[in-house]
T-cell receptor
Framework: EDQVTQSPEALRLQEGESSSLNCSYT??????LFWYRQDPGKGPEFLFT???AGEEKEKERLKATLTKKESFLHITAPKPEDSATYLC?????????????FGTGTLLAVQP | NAGVTQTPKFQVLKTGQSMTLQCAQD?????MSWYRQDPGMGLRLIHY???????DQGEVPNGYNVSRSTTEDFPLRLLSAAPSQTSVYFC???????????FGPGTRLTVL
């Protein structure tokens, strides 16, 4: 069964304290992996797409990496405005159309 | 561009009532989809459409209907609301030339 697991469920950091979020997956036919940010009461906001093991993408304080079994979202020197839920989703080949399978997210709180 | 818009933002229904959640996009995207987001679960696909006049079921389609008469609009109909349909509903769209889906702001639905 295709599965996406994110850890930790929640993470509290001090401003400037770097850390990483994990997204592990067991799927057949991986086409790509997405990271989204979701603020309370809002829709998911696209951050990155990764397609192959070893690929890295960066945006401001965020860097996403991908291996054959998992992806990491590294947050360097976070600020309070980085507080949000970060969602991981794997995009798999699904016959007539490809499927997007979401993890349950990591709730990140960055304290000043 | 407004992107993906959804109305209403909040809705309360009684069991057995019907209603339509509206979704529109102004990006000329061919692919549109509806997801529901429940606590402790990842976003789950309800229905999707690959173009005007074409719709198909996702992972959790029971109790919902969709139609796609134009490229821009993709309404979701609840035929007879049940408490199990209490959730946050997100509409998303993407171009067929891209893997990235863009999400609307969501509709929070409560069924009493």
């Amino acid at each position: 069964e295709d599965q996406v697991t994110q850890s930790p469920e929640a993470l509290r950091l001090q401003e400037g304290e770097s850390s990483s979020l994990n997204c592990s997956y067991t799927v057949s036919g991986l086409r790509g992996l997405f990271w989204y940010r979701q603020d309370p009461g809002k829709g998911p906001e696209f951050l990155f797409t990764l397609y192959s093991a070893g690929e890295e993408k960066e945006k401001e304080r965020l860097k996403a990496t991908l291996t054959k079994k998992e992806s990491f979202l590294h947050i360097t020197a976070p600020k309070p405005e980085d507080s949000a839920t970060y969602l991981c989703a794997v995009y798999i080949y699904g016959g007539a159309t490809n499927k997007l399978i979401f993890g349950t997210g990591t709730l990140l709180a960055v304290q000043p | 561009n407004a992107g993906v818009t959804q109305t209403p933002k909040f809705q309360v229904l009684k069991t057995g009532q019907s209603m339509t959640l509206q979704c529109a996009q102004d990006m000329n995207h061919e692919y549109m989809s509806w997801y529901r987001q429940d606590p402790g679960m990842g976003l789950r696909l309800i229905h999707y459409s690959v173009g005007a006049g074409i719709t198909d079921q996702g992972e959790v389609p029971n109790g919902y209907n969709v139609s796609r008469s134009t490229t821009e609009d993709f309404p979701l109909r609840l035929l007879s609301a049940a408490p199990s349909q209490t959730s946050v509903y997100f509409c998303a769209s993407r171009s067929t030339g891209s893997d990235t889906q863009y999400f609307g702001p969501g509709t929070r639905l409560t069924v009493l």
